[in-house]
């Protein structure tokens, strides 16, 4: 058995919290970490701001910091429901991306863009929500209809629904031209242009389905020995998958609403907590949270620094890591 | 008391299980025998609530399968099944003490007490050594004893396993039957298991159970049971082959 301490987490989130304050002062414009501690003591109260450009406020307080929190929550998000779904499916190469729900989530997002339901509060999330959760029963069924839920047919089935609505989503595009460039740039994922409105969202909706994820994490520990030996032990295997799936296709929903669709982070980080702290899915959580929030944070800050004064999607990034390492595992594929 | 009636049960629209009814008394300690694909595993998943009924009823010191909550039946019947496919790695130690789980709260991993249990669980099935040995660095002996280990963890009045003695050397197969028989008359605790080699479960079964082609052959006490007859008829030894008495199959003439 692994050793995992207690201080360990902590330290690893001192030194998250530390990355987050580096990377504020990262940007087109570099903002010296004094100048940030003067602008955070006047939010605050009274401080000499003077000789501080205005728009540093603006640019530090509106757009570095609300994309930046975001980049975190996101990125810890997606690792935990990367941990979901892999014990479910008992697959150490399957995460919500590979297995198409954050498509799925993106087609809702998609048609809500073209009816111009995005300027509502959780217009985006809710057509989102559906076709996420749509996709995910798609999947449930197609995989128990296979008596052995094999690793590939699982896979394939992944792969199968992603073409799917990439071309579903292709044609919608192409026959609404005005929304192509919001739609393709959001389909690629990108933190850019995040209110602080959806960081809260996304926080929100993060503790609420990450507590149902530490409730169950002793049952979804057991699911990896298998059904039957979940059963045995007393284990609830149905609830435990319904309760955690349903919670995950929400969080991944919300985040694809946010920030479009950013792959591979769910497969990824739970695959490196797994090496690093071994199996049992607490320890697996705590830690596939915070690497997954440190990944998505150096992600982002590589997007929006690389090609200054560009942008680019986060979601690129994120799959230049990811896709190589997954074939890496494919080619690899044994016991982890 | 297992008391199974009229069960029905299969996978995929073909029936396994055709109106099968015993009973196992309690503390009783039967091998279940019989040719391949003649349904013992279907009836082992069946009683341990794995394997959906299509038609009958189980019932466990009187009450239905149904009725039991999830933990409440896993407190009462251990299951070891015939394979283990191991996908993600959990030391042996590990693994043990999985079989707590059914007395523990959700926060908890373990407690005290549990370590005592699994580290004597672990001395029981001579696993010791490699309490901190990866599942996935076992031979296949060791994994099934690490399995055996769980369910003997799990302190249940009945253990059911489903050909346990695969894959094991002669050694270890009696010990695997010796611990079995000490639980059996020391604890009293009910033994349900699949057996290929009529040796054995003469040796040391109480009761037999012959199936064939989902149906009830023979049941009762092992020497009455696993008679050259019974045993000569119900897999179809023909001529080529002959049983004896004292469990072993030789070739004729």
């Not at chain 1, 919608?172 to 960081?199: C, D, N, P």
């Not at chain 1, 020995?225 to 284990?235: I, P, Q, R, S």
């Not at chain 1, 799936?245 to 907590?273: D, K, M, Q, R």
Request: charged share 15%.
């Amino acid at each position: 058995m692994k050793r995992t301490s207690k201080i360990l987490p902590l330290l690893l989130l001192i030194v998250l919290l530390f990355s987050m304050v580096v990377a504020l002062t990262i940007g087109v414009v570099r903002i010296p970490m004094d100048t940030i501690w003067q602008l955070a003591k006047a939010q605050f109260g009274h401080a000499d701001t003077t000789g501080v450009p205005a728009s540093y406020g603006i640019t530090l307080f509106q757009l570095r910091l609300p994309r930046i929190v975001m980049s975190v929550i996101v990125g810890a998000a997606l690792a935990a429901c990367g941990c979901v779904f892999q014990s479910i499916f008992r697959n150490p190469i399957c995460d919500p991306y590979v297995l198409g729900i954050s498509s799925g989530s993106s087609l809702g997002g998609a048609i809500s863009f073209i009816l111009g339901w995005d300027v509502f509060y959780f217009g985006v999330t809710i057509p989102a929500l559906i076709t996420g959760l749509l996709t995910l029963f798609v999947i449930l069924g197609i995989s128990k209809m296979s008596r052995r839920r094999s690793i590939e047919t699982l896979l394939l089935v992944g792969i199968a629904i992603n073409f799917l609505i990439s071309a579903v989503i292709t044609l919608l595009v192409v026959m609404h031209q005005r929304e192509m460039h919001k739609i393709y740039f959001w389909t690629m994922g990108s933190l850019a242009s995040i209110s602080w409105s959806e960081v809260l969202m996304m926080t929100v909706m993060t503790i609420l389905c990450v507590i149902p994820f530490f409730f169950y994490s002793k049952d979804l520990n057991i699911m990896q020995m298998g059904e039957d030996v979940a059963k045995n032990l007393g284990v609830n295997t149905k609830r435990v998958a319904y309760v955690t799936l349903i919670f995950s296709s929400l969080l991944i929903a919300t985040a694809v609403s946010c920030c479009g669709v950013i792959g591979f982070i769910g497969l990824i980080i739970p695959h490196v907590s797994r090496m690093l702290f071994g199996n049992n899915m607490r320890s697996m959580f705590t830690y596939s949270l915070i690497l997954g929030a440190f990944f998505l944070l150096i992600a982002d800050t590589l997007a929006r620094t690389l090609a200054i004064p560009a942008e680019l999607p986060v979601g690129s990034i994120t799959a230049l890591a990811g896709a190589p390492y997954f074939l890496f595992l494919l080619l690899r594929q044994k016991k982890v | 008391m297992i008391e199974i009636s009229n069960i029905s049960s299969g996978y995929e629209g073909k029936r396994v299980l055709r109106n099968f009814s015993v009973t196992f008394e309690k503390s009783v300690f039967c091998a279940v025998m019989g040719p391949n694909g003649s349904g013992k595993s279907t009836l082992l998943r069946s009683i341990a609530g794995l394997q959906l009924l299509e038609e009958g009823d189980i019932r466990i010191d009187g009450l239905s399968l149904s009725q039991y909550k999830p933990l409440e039946l896993a407190r009462k019947i251990a299951f070891v099944p015939q394979r283990e496919d191991v996908v993600f790695d959990f030391s042996v130690f590990e693994v043990v003490m999985m079989g707590r789980n059914p007395y523990q709260n959700r926060w908890e991993f373990s407690t005290p007490e549990d370590e005592k249990l699994v580290e004597k669980v672990l001395e029981m099935t001579n696993l010791k050594h490699l309490k901190d040995r990866m599942l996935g660095q076992l031979s296949g002996g060791e994994l099934r004893r690490a399995m055996i280990a769980r369910a003997i963890a799990q302190q249940t009045p009945i253990i059911m396993l489903d050909e346990p003695l695969a894959n094991l050397d002669v050694v270890h197969q009696f010990e695997i039957m010796d611990i079995l028989a000490e639980l059996n008359q020391q604890q009293q605790v009910t033994i349900i298991i699949v057996l290929h080699d009529f040796p054995y479960a003469l040796q040391y079964a109480q009761e037999a159970l012959l199936m064939k082609e989902g149906e009830i052959q023979h049941f009762g006490p092992t020497s009455e049971v696993l008679t050259p007859e019974n045993v000569q008829n119900c897999f179809g030894l023909g001529s080529r082959y002959v049983y004896s008495s004292d469990g072993i199959v030789r070739k004729r003439g």
